[in-house]
């Protein structure tokens, strides 16, 4: 079923690289446009209008212009680059300041920086020179200043010139760390399909503004950093190139320097050209990335088996292959019978509906996947709240709450994290799991199948780099993800003495016995952190911000609104469209999946910290609709509910659901929901 | 082409349209002359009656608690400030210019020529686009599809698309929503709703109402178990966007997942993703605004209605419209066939009803509308002369509001009189309609109400099983409800006609010859009475012309 790594990259180069090509090659073309426009702008003379058209006119056609716009092309070609390399279809949040300050200082991120700097001085060297005046050199020759007499001719600094290369640095740094931390490298999907073209069109007015704005406010930035510490580069040049220094002409770094509005202007002007390409490279790549790709549902030809929708789906490819192939599945099932059918056909020799198994195997694990981690969180937080209320001394231990599952399987891990006070489980869930293990013909996953992969996943992040690095409790108390489990427990006991910790591992399983040492280092462990929490700077680094903590949940969420779209569009079509009757075998697996993970969504909006309204979005060029992801699972989970539940109407009654599940069925056919 | 002539003659005044039966409109004088065996399908559906002085008395004619304060002369360069952020730059020029300080007399010889230039820049605009003069509540009694919005009690009607519930927005900006099930009436209320144009419930969901205002589009989330008669405002999600307002038509896409909406002063509709308030510009320039959607019921195409002489169809794939200019005016209404295959418009100054057929949508092809190269004309509903026992009556003219039923069978239709002559009243003109295999629109009678009532807004019941179901607001507050009791020839909808697949699975009944003998006998089982299909489903094989026999209308006594 899974194919091989060469293959996926095969597959991906397939599918994304004549994107790519396409994307760079127009950003290529609309390159000498945004040139012309420029020197037309930089050319202005507001005196004498037909002296500027005529000069601008003339200057397009000289050879270093041409120069430059192949030079441009270079630094397009390589800001393509890294935008391919960058690209990520899920957002990468950092919950605190320090792992902001992390992503920054990453190697690869330096890499980016150190880049992108270069190509700003490329950019202002190009627009220093199309600007021309007294931009154009870094070089002048000028007289030395002691007298006018024996004026020996020598080569001056021009820092003018230097001032414009400092700026394109600047900006190329600038552009690089907004785009880290705007997430720019983010791929949103357009809620509506659009050409290609309308799309652009739509988003270019923003992108000039966008553009504009925010080369005001770098050139603003850069000033006051020149006006700081602009002699330093000025030394350094003037010293390694052995040019002077025009005393006649005012230094820069002084305000009266500064305030020179044709300068100002035309560094204002090369920061506006600078964003306005990247941006255009930057905006064509997404546009281009995220359109749709048509995968086949059937192979008609036998190499093309890796290609069709199922195998994808099912395998483990590149995520934003992923992506568009579960966009495709949701156009295909909103939009097109005659895939549809070819989804709910029977495999020719056989009779088996490989199709749909693998389709519908696919979404449900993703979704019971979602539910899975979101109860995690729930626990985790529920968790938190229980310590936060309660004096860790009068820890009540026992060795298993009420409402926990008890099984017979139940390992030591298991039970330890039950012990955790004030755990609530989410009762409903885990009793409707039960049946929709038993169910026949539930193959899938079942959302809370194996609860050891729980407290895996805490064990396993207990051994992530962030346990062992400095942590306070309240960093732990809001963590996204599973801090609880043994760190809570152990935090817990460090409070006072280890004996309530050991009491609880005593009364979980005789199996470990924990060495006297290893506790004690444990224990100093906490008292230093404890220690270093008092601290406020390193509480400003370390405190996590609720909402990216809950962003990052469901940073990928856009994968699940598919799965559910997709799902639910099939399975209600399915209706009359389905001649063999293989969606009615997965529908109660379908419909406890949802059901259930209605449930934990609905708890999940009930939690402390979670908003339940969208913040505004102002409709900047920037794309931050990854922090809205929650609110458009909730309301397609409803919608995909709502969908199949209209179309099957009474006939629902009949499918073998849990009686909970009978019960919100039923609120859902009155509307009541 | 069907005509206003072939008509039966309207009911005598003081008779009031009870419903119709056995393909006869029946008339009665009251409300208890339903039979038993109908009445127990309207028992619970209320009919209102929301009079004007009950309203008037708690409808704040100022809004804002500006009044309540005395008043204080700030400083200019505040009152600037505050006229950039509630107007801007025509208000900063307003405020300088008219300043009564000793301000720098340049400025304010400045400020009064830059204004008089935005004057007649604006003029010029509107000059292009005459709507754009108009203030936005004239704007929205102009175009909305109320009969007289500013001057009656009801300003928009919503059913809700999946069970019996239904929203009332009322002259004091006050919402109220009805429920059969529940004894409950919940009144919305919020600081920015104002002057509402037009509601959409949300499909696929159980309580989210759109509504359009004069500001933004408020959404708002009622909770179909709460007993609660005033939901707070935290309930409604406000969407705004600059430059799109006032907020006339209001269209939500038939699979739940996005909204339009419209103001006629932007040229742009918004599609909005509501969970997320997300929105995306359709901008496209000509035609001066949006005026009017309506999504068709497949959710494949939408019309949008400009205030110039064109209107466009969109295909809701890819997004892209087809242009339709009309020859008079501004395409005033229009609605669509369960399937989404025809489109059924009228356009301002001719009375008639135009309708356009488009290819049957399989999805396949991307981008493309698919309509047909012209539109047709389907019925003339000129100024017609009706020769009663009680006198004469002139009925006819030009189309304000249409509706089609779910089933698409029943097609309901406010006339308007002609304005010049006072004795020309606004009357609702009910058409058998049939989609497949061959168009046809046949006459069924007119719809009368109470003596002085004219009708104001007219809806469908989406889900009524015993055939259609017309609700009317009436010029004096009453809301009525009046079935048509007939067989539908489809197959029943289990959401009718609201998701694409229902409306796939009414596309492949099309094969079906619809006269089957499977229907009459059908029909008479529950449709005791002498006169079956007198003029019923067999008569409407005839040509028009011989299908209308000239008999009187049926009075039906009450016993």
């Known amino acids: ?673 | 082409m069907c005509s206003l002539g072939l008509f039966p003659p309207p009911p005598p005044p003081g008779d009031i349209t009870l419903y119709e039966f056995n393909n006869a409109l029946v008339c009665g004088h009251l409300y208890e002359t339903l039979p038993l065996a109908f009445q127990s399908q309207l028992a619970d559906l209320p009919v209102l009656g929301l009079p004007k002085e009950t309203l008037k008395a708690h409808s704040r004619l100022e809004h804002g608690t500006k009044p309540a304060f005395i008043h204080h002369r700030e400083s200019l360069w505040k009152r600037c400030i505050n006229a950039w952020r509630d107007v801007g730059v025509c208000g900063v020029l307003n405020e300088v210019a008219n300043a009564e300080e000793e301000a720098l007399q340049w400025v304010k010889t400045g400020s009064r020529y830059a204004l008089a230039v935005c004057h007649w820049v604006s003029s010029l605009h509107g000059s292009l686009f005459p709507h754009l003069s108009l203030t936005s509540e004239d704007m929205i009694a102009e175009f909305s599809q109320a009969v007289d919005w500013a001057g009656c009690t009801i300003r928009a009607f919503a059913w809700h698309p999946h069970t019996s519930k239904f929203a009332v927005a009322l002259l004091d900006d006050s919402i109220r929503v009805y429920n059969t099930n529940s004894a409950t009436i919940p009144t919305l209320k919020h600081r920015l709703q104002r002057n509402v144009a037009a509601m959409a419930w949300k499909p696929l969901c159980a309580s989210i109402l759109a509504v359009a205002c004069q500001s933004c589009v408020l959404v708002w989330h009622l909770d179909p178990t709460s007993l609660s008669t005033r939901p707070s405002s935290g309930c409604a999600q406000v969407l705004s966007y600059p430059g799109h307002s006032p907020v006339t038509s209001l269209a939500w896409a038939p699979s739940g997942e996005l909204l339009l909406s419209a103001s006629p002063v932007d040229t742009a509709m918004l599609v909005w993703d509501v969970s997320t308030e997300n929105c995306v510009q359709l901008p496209w320039f000509g035609g001066g605004g949006v005026t009017y959607l309506a999504w068709s019921p497949d959710g494949s195409k939408v019309l949008a209605a400009t205030p110039s002489a064109v209107f466009r169809v969109w295909e809701a794939q890819m997004w892209t419209c087809e242009r339709w200019p009309t020859i008079k005016g501004r395409c005033q209404t229009g609605c669509w066939s369960p399937d989404g295959s025809r489109l059924l418009f009228t356009v301002l100054g001719e009375s008639v009803i135009y309708s356009l057929s488009f290819s049957e949508y399989r999805g396949e092809m991307q981008g493309q509308v698919g309509g047909s190269k012209t539109a047709s004309i389907v019925a003339d509903l000129s100024e017609t002369t009706f020769e009663t026992l009680y006198g004469e009556e002139r009925i006819g003219g030009e189309v304000h509001s249409m509706a089609w039923d779910p089933s698409g069978e029943r097609l309901a239709v406010i006339i308007r009189g002609n304005p010049d002559v006072p004795e020309s009243p606004t009357v609702i003109a009910v058409f058998r309609t049939r989609n497949s295999p061959v168009f046809e629109l046949l006459p069924c009678g007119f719809l009368r109400g109470e003596q002085g009532a004219q009708p104001q807004l007219i809806a469908f019941h989406p889900c009524f099983k015993k055939g259609a179901l017309l609700t009317v607001c009436w010029s004096t507050g009453k809301i009525s409800h009046i079935p048509f009791f007939f067989v539908s020839a489809q197959l029943p909808c289990f959401s009718p006609g609201r998701s694409p697949v229902a409306a796939m699975a009414s596309a492949s009944v099309r094969e079906q010859p619809l006269f089957s003998e499977l229907t009459s006998p059908l029909a008479s089982t529950w449709a005791p009475g002498p006169r079956l299909s007198a003029w019923g489903r067999d008569a409407r094989l005839l040509p028009p012309s011989s299908a209308v026999p000239q008999f009187p209308p049926t009075r039906h006594q009450p016993v």
């Open chain 1, 1 to 673: 079923m899974s194919a091989g790594p060469g293959q996926q990259q095969a597959l991906l180069r397939q599918v994304l690289g004549w994107r790519v090509a396409a994307a760079v090659a127009w950003s290529v073309l609309l390159l000498p446009l945004c040139t012309a426009a420029f020197v037309v702008l930089s050319g202005i003379d507001p005196f004498h209008p037909l002296r500027w058209v005529s000069n601008s006119f003339n200057d397009l056609y000289t050879s270093y212009i041409i120069f430059c716009i192949l030079l441009m092309s270079v630094v397009i070609l390589v800001i393509s680059i890294f935008n391919v390399e960058f690209y990520a279809v899920v957002p990468s949040i950092p919950c605190s300041r320090l792992a902001l300050i992390g992503k920054i200082i990453h190697p690869q991120q330096v890499i980016h920086s150190v880049v992108h700097a270069v190509m700003g001085v490329l950019v202002a060297w190009c627009a220093a020179v199309m600007t021309k005046g007294k931009f154009q050199f870094l070089a002048v020759p000028c007289t030395s200043s002691e007298s006018l007499d024996d004026a020996v001719p020598q080569v001056c600094l021009n820092e003018y010139h230097l001032f414009f290369l400092l700026s394109g640095a600047f900006m190329g740094y600038s552009y690089s760390l907004l785009y880290l931390v705007n997430n720019m490298n983010y791929l949103p999907f357009p809620i509506i399909q659009q050409y290609k073209y309308l799309r652009f069109r739509r988003s270019l007015p923003l992108l000039v503004k966008h553009s504009c704005v925010e080369s005001l406010y770098l050139v603003r930035n850069f000033c006051i950093a020149y006006y700081f510490f602009g002699y330093i580069p000025r030394a350094w040049i003037s010293t390694t190139m052995d040019l002077h220094i025009d005393s006649k002409l005012h230094p820069l770094d002084t305000l009266t320097g500064l305030l020179d509005l044709s300068l100002l202007y035309h560094a204002w002007l090369c920061g506006v050209f600078l964003l306005i390409t990247w941006y255009i490279t930057w905006l064509l790549f997404k546009i281009y990335a995220t359109e749709t790709h048509h995968f086949p549902v059937q192979p008609t030809f036998a190499e093309e088996t890796d290609q069709c929708l199922p195998k994808i789906l099912n395998s483990n490819p590149p995520l934003i292959i992923k992506f568009l192939a579960l966009q495709d599945l949701m156009l295909l099932s909103q939009y097109s019978p005659v895939r549809r059918q070819e989804v709910f056909s029977l495999s020719q020799p056989g009779g088996h509906p490989h199709n749909w198994t693998a389709i519908s195997k696919e979404c449900l694990n993703l979704l019971s996947d979602l539910t899975q981690r979101l109860i995690a969180q729930q626990e985790a937080a529920a968790a938190a709240n229980g310590r936060a209320k309660q004096p860790a001394g009068e820890l009540k231990i026992s060795p298993q709450t009420p409402g926990a599952i008890v099984t017979e399987d139940m390992s030591f891990q298991l039970q330890r994290s039950n012990v955790i006070p004030r755990a609530p489980m989410p009762s409903l869930v885990k009793s409707s799991l039960l049946p929709l293990k038993a169910s026949p013909g539930s193959d899938v996953g079942t959302p809370f199948s194996s609860p050891i992969l729980n407290c895996k996943a805490g064990i396993l992040d207990l051994n992530s780099p962030w346990h062992g690095s400095v942590q306070s409790p309240h960093i732990m108390r809001r963590g996204p993800k599973l801090w609880t489990l043994n760190s809570d427990l152990q935090m817990n006991g460090s409070h006072q003495e280890s004996f309530p910790m050991f009491s609880v591992v005593r009364a979980g399983s005789e199996a470990v016995q924990p060495s006297f040492i290893y506790t004690w280092l444990q224990n100093k462990q906490e008292q230093i952190k404890n220690f270093l929490s008092k601290r406020a700077l390193i509480m400003y680094f370390f405190s996590k911000h609720p909402e990216a903590s809950i962003q990052a949940v469901f940073s990928d969420a856009q994968m699940h609104i598919w799965a559910l779209e997709g799902l639910s569009h099939l399975v209600a079509a399915s209706f009359t469209e389905d001649q063999f009757g293989v969606v009615q075998t997965t529908l109660p697996a379908i419909l406890n999946t949802l059901l259930t993970l209605q449930e934990v969504v609905d708890r999940h909006f009930k939690l402390p910290h979670v908003s339940s309204k969208p913040p505004r979005i102002s409709g900047s060029l920037v794309d931050t609709s990854y922090k809205t992801l929650r609110f458009a699972l909730r309301a397609s989970l409803k919608t995909a509910l709502y969908r199949i539940i209209t179309v099957f109407g009474e006939h629902l009654n009949a499918v073998q659901v849990s009686t909970e599940h009978k019960k919100r069925l039923q609120q859902f056919l009155e509307y009541k929901e």
